[in-house]
């Protein structure tokens, strides 16, 4: 049997939290005979509500549950952590501004990443999730030096799953049918959905949907349906949030499958003209625990500028985050 390896998550006592435990306990992210160690960090007040939730995940007597850990330390919290998946974030507030909202997450993403550096494993695979989640990634990254910039991710991946369900729903076919989609850029409102290379059973997805439709409807859904949950449920995506860092996390580590891709937010290392370093929604493969992108793909007019709006809003964050001394 293998021995357990360490996944520390944050935020452990809110929504996503609520979901994403119980499907790494159970084996979902690394693996039915993969033992795991969950260390959760959460704020002081919310340490008795995690409490609840290390009670509640006991009670699932799951068999890969090999050890739980709780803190509001980071430093205990990313201890030997092989993976961290950084969940909790300061929301928007009514009234806030974008440099508000960077500079309240950099006090969160800031001293996480200092914490990673100096405690977590060597080989830490970090997913942020907490939002802005490209631009908290960097944060996080910048201020662990001793780490590769390529440990740090960002979570495109539930825009992904959204965009590959959309498609499904409006061709009639089953979501497997679906391949090679990407999403590029920043999970924000300027995300892009590209559909120009996906297939629908092996064809042409674009020969399958009408451009139209494509270019007028089907990205601003993908890019506004965060917003179109929130409106139906009263509360932001927390479930299918939880399901894409699990996917995001099991392809990274595991793999994923030959001929296909997936999106990653990943540093940039200047393919498709996008500016290095930007934490960026890409195509990726993955083998062996390490992602490449996929290279030589052919890009539109349209497909530029829309990479390169997105490009642009992460290159202002970036800018607004070293005004702020964050990087
Ligand atoms: P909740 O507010 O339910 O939970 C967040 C938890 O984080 C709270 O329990 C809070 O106490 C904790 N927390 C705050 N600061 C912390 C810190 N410094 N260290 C440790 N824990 C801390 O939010 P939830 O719905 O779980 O969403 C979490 C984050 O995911 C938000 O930033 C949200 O915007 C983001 N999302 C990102 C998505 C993505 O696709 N990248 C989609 C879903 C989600 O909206």
Redesign the pocket.
Known sequence: TKQPVRVAV?????????SLLFRIASGDMLGKDQPVILQL???T??LK??QGVVMELRDCAFPLLADIVTS?D?MV?FKDADYALL??????KAGMERGDLLGA?G??FK??GEALNAVASRDVKVL??????NT?ALIAQQNAPDLDAKQFT??????HNRAISQLAEKTGKPVSSIKNLTIWGN?SSTQYPDLSQATVDGQPALDQVDRDWYEQQYISTVAKR?AAIIEARG????A??AS??IDHMRDWALGTPEGEWVSM?IPSDGSYGIPEGLIYGFPVTCKNGKYEIVQGLPVSDFSRGKMDATAQELTEERDEVRKLGLV
């Open positions: 944050t935020g452990a006592a809110g929504q996503i939290g609520y960090l959460e704020i007040p919310a509500a995690l509001d980071p919290a969940v909790g974030a300061m929301p928007r997450n006090g969160i001293p996480q942020v999730v907490g939002n802005p989640a908290n960002a979570m495109v991946r539930l825009d999970h965060g509360l932001s995506s927390a299918s949030a894409a860092a937010g």
